[in-house]
Antibody, heavy 117, light 109 residues
Framework: QMQLQESGPGLVNPSETLSLTCTVS????????WAWIRQPPGKGLEWIGY???????RFNPSLQGRVALSMSSSKSQIFLRLRSVTAADTAIYHC???????????WGQGIQVTVPS | QSALTQPASVSGSPGQSITISCTGT?????????VSWYQQHPGKVPKLIIY???QRASGVFDRFSGSKSGTTASLTISGLQAEDEADYYC?????????FGGGTKLTVL
């Protein structure tokens, strides 16, 4: 059964770059799209972006210019970089498989990232 | 403000049926079958329950069903149970973006 695990720093200073890794086990990553989603405390889900190993990437227009995605199929990892963070970027960050650019399943457990104000 | 509109809250008694709506426009929900629904219990990871408007995800009880009419997608839960109390999110994909609804808190009275 495929499993996803996010990792990275739980605290990022304002104006710095948030870097997270999603490690996938239990299946290959090359076939699918992979997405990042975040959830600010007490709020709803927000799509960040998605990537396919063909090089295709798409991003939420609200984050365009600050976000980058990459992946390593050999390491079964997907990477998120979000630069110039502010307190508004405080959230739980999830990665999820986005097979065929259709639905999101499974999801990683998520990682809490805090940007102090 | 989310591009997909859901009611903030719905409630129902055990055994009853409830429906959560997700309203978009003719250019998103109205022209796509890539609508999915997610259930999220407090402090837990969102769980896929419906995909492609009407398809139940593996292991999801048939009390959960999805539908679409025009620019509104709907999630219906029949035979409400206490464990159904959670937040529910609709999601539209396809094209070059993913859109989530604002979420609906379901309370089982």
């Amino acid at each position: 059964q495929m499993q996803l695990q996010e990792s990275g720093p739980g605290l990022v200073n304002p104006s710095e770059t948030l870097s997270l890794t999603c490690t996938v086990s239990g299946g290959p990553i090359a076939t699918y799209y992979w997405a990042w989603i975040r959830q600010p405390p007490g709020k709803g889900l927000e799509w960040i972006g998605y990537i396919h190993d063909s090089g295709t990437t798409r991003f939420n227009p609200s984050l365009q210019g600050r976000v980058a995605l990459s992946m390593s199929s050999s390491k079964s990892q997907i990477f998120l970089r979000l630069r110039s963070v502010t307190a508004a970027d405080t959230a739980i960050y999830h990665c999820a498989r986005f097979p065929y650019a259709d639905w999101l399943d499974p999801w990683g457990q998520g990682i809490q990232v805090t940007v102090p104000s | 403000q989310s591009a997909l509109t859901q009611p903030a809250s719905v409630s129902g008694s055990p055994g009853q049926s409830i429906t959560i709506s997700c309203t978009g426009t003719s250019s998103d929900i109205g022209s796509s079958n890539f609508v999915s629904w997610y259930q999220q219990h407090p402090g837990k990871v969102p769980k896929l329950i419906i995909y492609e408007v009407i398809q139940r995800a593996s292991g999801v009880f048939d009390r959960f069903s999805g539908s679409k009419s025009g620019t509104t997608a709907s999630l219906t839960i029949s035979g409400l149970q206490a464990e159904d109390e959670a937040d529910y999110y609709c999601c539209l994909s396809g094209g070059t973006r993913i859109l989530f609804g604002g979420g609906t808190k379901l309370t089982v009275l």
